[in-house]
């Protein structure tokens, strides 16, 4: 078991390297050039070219590459030639904000969507059933930009209930960085009106972000857990008199869970990735608006910086998926 | 009919039950009136083939029939007295594991398999307590922890008493650890664990070797001697009826046709149908050609026209000679690997052209691998496979290609071996148009000789267009041996073609075949474990083991003066529906 985790983290390097290597080549083929962008319009031809010896743009790609390469080694990311920060701090500013957000999102759509399929195949065509499917096919149907601009409306405008956009008003003191996720931060420290004042900033968009996923999932959810029900198994459990509590929650549940988690684990790198329109919508300081922001202007570092991170976390996740097969079904091995 | 008694041993009583089912098609009348009552110590053996109603009549008991789309619609079923069609779900609960216990017909799909067996045992120990301390022994009150440690305990002692050796440790594997008999054994166990007082059995033997079935027959029996319980006993098995039952009610389109004690329905059946039943079962008396199937609850007449007699058996078209096959091991790390498993060693026999030749073993012996490596599916280790002197695995793929148009096979299941979407006519062209060089047939040619095969096994050219769904499983089967015709083989495997059919179809297929190896001078290669159709069909006959063959020769011999322990094992386990036969009534202690 061990060995197989050391294995497959292993396995991490070169779905990195390859990633690198495809994110690097491809940026430099996009027609453009961002040094030029980043000199300024008034520039002269001597102005960009110091600037691109300046990021080391002049020599050769696989130059180019093998430094940046040896660079992540030491922590570097290389520097963004729009904002001339480097990546490394700026990924440490925007991802624990992404990351609050896909994972607050995934709870919701966890721990809603598990308890509703299950509800929604025990009770078979009957009328939480209907209620549940009609539910979350609008919410799969309904893009998630604009769930997001009837959320602001409905409880930010109209009801006042929420905060508008943001993560956390500049008017009041942030809990201590150790996470960089504010919620969480405010909890390990003990701040709870920190806490809810987060909590109140991160409702919508992470909301707003749920509904497919918890869509997906409550259908996948359903969908197994009619194929449980009628397994052999549950009629003898049936007949020996265990009460349909039980059977439902304990024995029919984690055979039922299986599908669904691989759905979870796709989800989670989709959401990760899938981000900046929620952020733009509600302002939300995550990778998706560094990233956009980094496209739209040709700036490579960013790129590649925010690609790898998302490679890394997608792997990461579904590694711990595999994980989660395995206690959940006794037949698998790792080997 | 049997009238309400207040015998106190009288534990069930089914009176004019009817039952009706909701279908695409309306609503259909599936229990017609059963009636029989169950007392303590006897075994109650409910016999009827697929569709029967035998297996609701048993679930209605527990009342686990689900409504809709079922509706009783007349009709009680009293167990010690009370109506359960009368019960709250409440009720029926405090009798579910606790006075009835049920057991399924296959062992790997009635364990939850995420579950360590303990778990499972567990937790019915614990719901038959909350309706009898006394089963866990314990002082009303007990903590949930003791009566925890008290149900792991008892879980323990069942296992025990159903045979599961090494008990205490067993209790903490998964059902995938376990093989088919021992899963049974613990589903037994699991019914057994609140002391029911009527068990029901639902084609509990069906899916396991016959070996395992005996011990499993011993078992159930041995638990009625010990605990005086009921027994509703649900098969489609003859030979397990006449071994085990004290009664039997035979059932035929949802009403008992004939009940009462085994040996008077079984010795001097009165209706046509159990008639016609056991003269479906292969008995060894039997000459091939004999058996009758039957049709529309009857005794079919005898075949229209005897088949002209079979030509002696010629040489040997297949030899196989020492064939060796071994599977890799498992991995174990990073680069050991487990020794190799030997699934077929050094096995040799000669098949001759025009014969049948049957063989017989367990799950796990080798006979679907060494199917596999005639059909050049896998590559033997070592030996040779010579078909009509052709080195088989010496062929080119093209060289080999041209020889499958002359070995065909049918598979047994005939519900999973045609292809759903595809109509009968293309099933049967396919071969056809995959050995077009051989045959050179034109689109219009091979609908002609598809209508004449589907005449050849009994259907009509009006099936050609039809899809399998609308077919019965005997009909299916028969499909399958015209496609496996379609390409004119005179090599047919025959991979247990009957065990997933009724005993009147599988007759009827048996005939089939007998009557298509004359007229078409096939040799036949006959896998099975049913020992009564491959005495009935086969010339000649091998027994495979654990990937060896431990005997070979002519059928009678083997049948009549086995020499290997493994062959008299088989024989002695092999349920003859004479009750006279069978080795449980004799007290004698033949089985392992």
């Not at chain 1, 962008?37 to 130059?63: C, H, M, Y």
């Not at chain 1, 004042?197 to 918890?214: E, G, Q, R, T, W």
């Not at chain 2, 069609?85 to 009835?100: A, D, F, N, P, V």
């Not at chain 2, 949802?254 to 009462?260: L, N």
């Amino acid at each position: 078991m061990v060995g197989y985790i050391l294995r497959r983290l292993l396995l991490l390097v070169p779905v990195l390297l390859g990633l690198s290597m495809l994110v690097f080549a491809i940026a430099r083929l996009l027609p453009g050039d961002p040094v030029a962008l980043a000199a300024g319009p008034n520039a002269t031809a001597a102005d960009v070219a110091s600037v691109a010896r300046e990021f080391g743009l002049d020599q050769p790609l696989v130059v180019q590459y093998w430094n940046y390469l040896t660079g992540l080694f030491r922590g570097d990311w290389g520097v963004s030639i729009f904002t001339r920060r480097p990546v490394a701090e700026d990924l440490a500013a925007y991802l624990p904000a992404t990351l609050e957000l896909v994972l607050a999102a995934m709870l919701l759509a966890i721990g809603l969507g598990i308890p509703l399929g299950l509800m929604a195949a025990v009770f078979r065509n009957k009328w939480p059933d209907f209620l549940a499917r009609t539910v979350s096919l609008g919410a799969i149907s309904m893009p998630r930009f604009f769930l997001g601009l009837v959320f602001q409306l409905l409880f930010a405008m109209w009801l006042g209930w929420l905060p508008l956009s943001g993560r956390f008003p500049l008017t009041e003191d942030p809990p201590p960085q150790i996470t960089g996720m504010l919620t969480v931060d405010a909890l390990l420290s003990g701040q709870f009106h920190a806490f809810g004042v987060a909590l109140s900033y991160l409702a919508l968009p992470a909301i707003a972000m749920c509904l497919s996923p918890l869509a997906t999932i409550m259908r996948m959810m359903r969908a197994s857990t009619i194929e449980v029900l009628q397994q052999d198994y549950v009629l003898t459990e049936r007949a020996l008199g265990l009460s349909q509590k039980l059977i439902l929650f304990k024995y029919v549940l984690k055979n039922a869970i299986s599908a669904t988690l691989t759905v979870i684990g796709l989800y989670f790198g989709w959401l990760l990735g899938g981000t900046v329109l929620v952020e733009t919508v509600f302002d939300w300081p995550g990778i998706g608006l560094y990233a956009t922001q980094a496209v739209l202007t040709q700036d490579f570092m960013p790129i590649i910086g925010v690609t790898l991170c998302i490679g890394a976390i997608f792997v990461t996740v579904n590694l711990v998926v595999d994980m989660l097969y395995g206690l959940l079904n006794p037949k698998v091995r790792y080997q | 009919m049997n009238p309400p008694s207040l015998d106190t041993d009288t534990l069930l009583e089914i009176d004019d039950l009817n039952l009706a089912m909701r279908s695409f098609e309306g609503e259909i009348q599936v229990l017609n009136g059963v009636s029989f009552a169950v007392k303590r110590g006897e075994i109650w053996g409910i016999v009827g083939e697929t569709g029967s109603g035998k297996s609701l009549t048993g679930l209605t008991v527990s009342r686990l029939v689900p409504t809709p789309p079922g509706r009783y619609l007349r009709g009680s079923v009293r167990f010690q007295g009370q109506d359960v069609l009368k019960q709250s779900e409440e009720t029926m609960r405090t009798l579910r594991g606790r006075r009835i216990g049920m057991i399924f017909q296959d062992p790997t799909t009635n364990l939850n398999p995420t579950f360590r067996i303990g778990t499972q045992l567990v937790d019915v120990a614990l719901h038959a307590a909350k309706l009898d301390p006394t089963i866990l022994g314990l002082p009303a009150g007990a903590s949930r922890r003791a009566r925890r440690a008290a149900a792991e305990k008892v879980a323990i002692a069942r296992l025990e008493e159903v045979g599961i050796p090494n008990a205490a440790e067993r209790v903490n594997d998964y059902p995938h650890q376990f093989s088919g008999g021992m899963k049974q054994r613990v589903l037994i166990a699991m019914a057994l664990i609140g002391r029911p007082d009527l068990l029901i059995a639902d084609e509990p033997t069906t899916a396991l070797d016959v070996s395992v079935q005996a011990q499993i027959l011993r078992l159930i029996h041995g638990l009625v001697e010990e605990h005086n319980l009921g027994v509703l006993f649900i098969t489609h098995n003859l030979g397990v009826v006449a071994q085990l039952c004290t009664h039997v009610a035979v059932m035929y389109a949802g009403a008992i046709v004939e009940s009462g004690p085994v040996r008077d329905v079984l010795k001097h059946p009165r209706h046509d149908y159990t008639r016609g039943l056991l003269a479906s079962v292969p008995k060894p008396s039997m000459k091939r050609g004999e058996l009758r199937g039957l049709a529309g609850g009857a005794l079919a007449a005898e075949a229209l026209a005897p088949p002209p007699p079979r030509a002696a058996p010629g040489g040997t078209i297949m030899a196989i000679e020492h064939v060796v096959k071994e599977f890799p091991g498992a991995r174990r790390g990073f680069f050991d690997r487990a020794p190799p498993v030997q699934a077929l060693r050094d096995v040799s026999l000669n098949i001759r052209q025009g014969e049948s030749f049957g063989l017989v073993g367990e799950s796990g012996s080798g006979k679907t691998t060494l199917t596999r490596c005639i059909l050049q599916l896998e590559k033997i280790t070592s030996g040779r496979i010579v078909y009509d002197g052709i080195d088989l695995a010496a062929q080119t793929p093209q060289q080999m290609q041209a020889l499958r148009a002359r070995i065909q096979i049918v598979f047994q299941d005939p519900y999973a071996s045609l292809n759903p979407r595809m109509t009968i006519r293309d099933i049967i062209a396919e071969p056809m148009e995959i050995h077009h060089g051989k045959l050179g047939l034109t689109p219009r040619q091979r609908t002609d000789r598809a209508a004449e095969l589907l005449e050849q096994v009994g259907l009509t050219t009006q099936h050609l267009n039809r899809f399998p769904h609308e077919f019965s499983g005997g009909q299916r089967q028969r499909i399958g041996i015209a496609r496996a015709l379609a390409p004119k083989p005179d090599f047919l495997i025959l991979d247990e073609p009957t065990s997933a059919l009724d005993v009147s179809v599988q007759a009827q297929v048996l005939n089939l075949l007998h009557d298509l190896q004359s007229r078409l001078g096939l040799t036949y290669f006959f896998i099975s474990h049913d020992l009564g159709v491959i005495r009935y069909i086969c010339d000649r006959v091998a027994l495979i083991h654990h990937g060896k063959l431990v005997e070979q020769g002519e059928t009678e011999d083997v049948f009549t003066n086995p020499r290997s322990d493994y062959a008299k094992m088989l024989l002695a386990a092999m349920p003859d529906p004479d009750p006279d036969l069978s080795p449980l009534r004799r007290r004698e202690a033949v089985l392992l």
